[in-house]
């Protein structure tokens, strides 16, 4: 069973940074394509960020140049390095495993995530 532990989650004020840690555990984490996701109140879950094994990226349009994403593989860990956090970044943020070629589908069931507040 594959299990993914989010962290490093708070409160910032607006044009602050963040690093998101995601650890996993159950699987051989260096094959997998990892992504980030979020989900706001009263909104669906969406994707923020990708990294498949071979370290390429992409990235929502909401996030460009601001967020960065990388992977550990000695630590089966990724990252999400976050910049100029707005109020609207404001969600509860996941990440996971994709499953085939698309971020839509995810290996796993989710985890607990890491909330992450901006305001001032």
């Known amino acids: 069973q594959v299990q993914f532990v989010e962290s490093g989650g708070g409160l910032v004020q607006p044009g602050g940074s963040l690093r998101l840690s995601c650890a996993a555990s159950?699987?051989?984490?260096?094959?997998?394509?990892m992504g980030w996701y979020r989900q706001a109140p009263g909104k669906q879950r969406e994707f923020v960020a990708g990294i498949t094994s071979g370290g390429s990226t992409n990235y929502a349009d909401s996030v460009k140049g601001r967020f960065t994403i990388s992977r550990d593989n000695a630590k089966n860990t990724v990252y999400l390095q976050m910049n100029s956090l707005k109020p609207e970044d404001t969600a509860v943020y996941y990440c996971n495993a994709r499953l085939g070629t698309n971020y839509d589908l995810v290996l796993s069931s989710w985890g607990q995530g890491t909330q992450v507040t901006v305001s001032s």
């Open positions: 159950g699987t051989i984490f260096s094959i997998y394509a």
